[in-house]
């Protein structure tokens, strides 16, 4: 199998990367790492990796200073779950899964998995079962119905639901052969802008310490993880991250603190002309655009990629989609553990398992190693904007990354390996800091850069706590 380093060579040159570059990184540690029959340690400490090297990469291009990168494997499997490790006030996670939400078998015996988090992704699997949101009741009604005839019409009521898939079954469908033909990340020149000059870095000793994005503007209109990991990365990395939310938009606190470090937070009512305009006026003065919302809805707002090109020329728009931009399936909604049922992984890991039904990757694998290369094209994006101008539009979806773990190969005896419990974390991957909720114990960002360490300058606060507007430069 492929080494850490022949897979991040291989993302690295994807997007151009200078071959040298890949002389200062060193990635230490062994899979397996958590029990998987798939490489997801190795996964996730790649994708970390690629983020934190193109931020190495921006330092040298405004300072022309060089530096090294490390990521242990360990701490990068271990950041991969941080939110399972989080702790307030020395308090674990409270659970996080809605109650009906989980896995069922239908009529022709198959399973189906459904995603309730979000109450009105609940109301609409219930409604299409004509049943109260009860958990014997769903399974009851579910037994009505044939596994793909509930996917259909579930997501055709606005639910979040996936058929339990074998792998050469998910490899037949058209959705599968669109993917095959896209790259892992998507990164195309929108529109013509002349490039933007790097923000002065701040001076040795000022109250903003110097860091590869400092100055750098990011707007984050995500949630859940993927998206937020995504802008918690280019947080670390020292970029002024806002993050746009609605005081009306269902939320799981949890993975909003988790993933809110470093970050200011907003409320913007975008069903409003004021909140556009309030959207509207932080985008001409934004560096880079990071959205995860469901195809097409920021489109209709007027924040399609190229409406925000209009808006700002020299751009860099990040789009997070479930299952890729192009096929059947691009305007399907969707979720990391729904994505991993539909594409065959958890019907493999049950298979490795020996057990007749559907096992989970041990991680959000395909959220936060997406997350990692959002942020990691994002940065790459602009640091060809910065050479070469143009707006830019980066594209990453959950089942690509998806594809690319699957393609990883697989681990003989990795489903024995023992788990991480959270007395296992090394407390040097852990770091205490005051919040916006509480004291936090949190997962430290596992990208070692020698000159420029990544850390998170702000603390996590409660959705909305911020004015929608840019702290000065400098």
Known sequence: MQSSAGILSDIWTSVGGDLAALDRVRLSGEEPQLPSSFRVAVAGQVAIAAAGLAAAEIWKLRTAEAQEVHVDMRHAAVECRSERYLRLDDKPPPPAWDAIAGVYRTGDNRFIRCHTNFPHHRDAVCKVLGCEPEREKVQAALMQWKGEDFETAAYAAGGVVALMRSHDEWSALPQARALAELPLISIEKIGDAPPKPWPAIPSKGSSRDDRPLSGLRVLDLSRVIAGPVAGRTLAAYGADVLLVSGPELPAIPWLTIDTGRGKLTTFIELKSEAGRLQLRELLKDADIFSQGYRPRALAALGFSPQDAARINPGIVYVTLSAYGHSGPWAERRGFDSLVQTTTGFNHAEGRAAGIDGPKELPAQMLDHATGYLMAFGAMIAKARQASEGG??????????????????????????????TGDAVHPAFIETVSSGFGMLKAVRHSAELSKTPARWSRPAMPLGSHLPQWPTRG
């Open 391 to 420: 707006s830019w539009h980066v594209r990453v979806s959950l089942a690509q990354t998806g594809r690319w773990l699957w393609n990883l190969g697989r681990l003989d005896r990795g489903l024995d390996t023992p788990d991480i």
